[in-house]
Nanobody, 119 residues
Framework: QVQLVESGGGSAQAGGSLRLSCAASRNILRINAMGWHRQAPGKQRESIATITDGGGTNYADSVKGRFTISRDIAKNTVYLQMNSLKPEDTAVYYC?????????????WGQGTQVTVSS
């Protein structure tokens, strides 16, 4: 098992910045991939950014160039730096972790943190 705790959500003006943190309960190098998803009202949950145990990253087109996922291995923490925020970024943001075990892949989720961007 791995527990994930998000923090850093809140309100920002359009064009502003926020940094989200996701603290994991275990060594994140033992987690195959971690990432951030978001779910806006009336929308399905979507993947925003991922980082693998090897440090590779991927981003959704909607956030490329604005959001950056990074990690602090010593702190077992993954971050999402969000710059140039837009009202469309308003959503609940969830940290997730994926761990492969043979043919099985287990997913773990944080409780989510609200991000609200006003125009």
């Amino acid at each position: 098992q791995v527990q994930l705790v998000e923090s850093g959500g809140g309100s920002a003006q359009a064009g502003g910045s926020l940094r989200l943190s996701c603290a994991a309960s275990r060594n994140i190098l033992r987690i195959n991939a971690m990432g951030w998803h978001r779910q806006a009202p009336g929308k399905q949950r979507e993947s925003i950014a991922t980082i693998t145990d090897g440090g590779g990253t991927n981003y959704a087109d909607s956030v490329k160039g604005r959001f950056t996922i990074s990690r602090d291995i010593a702190k077992n923490t993954v971050y999402l730096q969000m710059n140039s925020l837009k009202p469309e970024d308003t959503a609940v943001y969830y940290c997730n972790a994926a761990i492969r075990n043979g043919i099985l892949a287990s997913d773990y989720w944080g409780q989510g943190t609200q991000v609200t961007v006003s125009s």
